[in-house]
């Protein structure tokens, strides 16, 4: 949880240097992917970027995504299909 920490809140000196650098986008991917150091880029609207990351070996997976601009809410107009309609309301 440090990792993703660091990433929203990228501490002082050359880590946090570095931290925001692998953020920065450097090429563009299949729409709407982008790419930045390690990271695939997908802007979700209405939350804006979202960074993710995914990894295997050795029988075991792993998954890592975050929002670095906070999100306030979700209003019901945002929500899949079929989430409303657990919610009954869809």
Do not use: C, K
Request: hydrophobic share 40%.
């Amino acid at each position: 949880m440090q990792l993703v920490q660091w990433q929203l809140e990228p501490p002082e000196g050359l880590l946090g240097e570095a931290i925001r650098e692998s953020q920065r986008i450097r090429a563009n991917g299949p729409a709407p992917v982008r790419m930045a150091l390690g990271w695939h880029v997908v802007e979700m609207r209405p939350v804006g970027p979202v960074y993710l990351h995914t990894g295997a070996t050795g029988g075991s997976r792993s998954f890592v995504s975050f929002a670095p601009e906070p999100v306030a809410r979700l209003e019901e107009e945002h929500l899949p299909g079929r989430v409303a309609r657990r919610r009954g309301r869809g």
